[in-house]
């Protein structure tokens, strides 16, 4: 399964006082004090280990061609290439430019996924990071 697609919809992690005190021990075990600034900067430190590790394992090449799959097989492609070219129709070929027509899409195409299918990409992230996080290996 993809994401521009995973990189640019991140999965948001809980914001509860568990979770950030794991966060917390993960990254720093020895600190006590949780601050917002440091939760952000240990959820993007996170965030990092888990990408390069879900590239480096070929999960994220996984997780792109399953998205894939699944978005072409509920119609979510066909359905995005039809708006694109009623777009292009309203606006005209010449009266509109690539980058105004992907940003444009980007937004209806992100709010369009299904969540039971958003929701599976982020389970399958979290059960990746759970293992990788048992293993010592993020």
Request: hydrophobic share 30%; charged share 20%; no cysteine.
């Amino acid at each position: 399964m993809p994401e521009q697609t995973l990189n640019d919809s991140r999965p948001s992690w809980p914001a509860n006082n568990t979770v950030n005190r794991k966060i917390n021990s993960i990254i720093n075990p020895s600190s006590s004090t949780i601050t917002p600034t440091n939760i952000q900067q240990q959820q993007q430190h996170l965030e990092t280990q888990l990408k390069q590790h879900l590239h480096s394992t070929g999960h994220l090449t996984q997780i792109h061609h399953q998205l894939h799959s699944t978005l072409i097989e509920i119609g979510w492609h066909d359905a995005m290439k039809d708006h694109a070219k009623e777009l292009i129709r309203r606006r005209g070929v010449e009266g509109i430019s690539m980058d105004e027509l992907v940003n444009e899409l980007i937004p209806v195409g992100r709010a369009s996924v299904p969540h039971d299918v958003k929701g599976k990409v982020v389970e399958y992230l979290r059960g990746v990071a759970v293992t990788v996080e048992r293993s010592g290996s993020m």
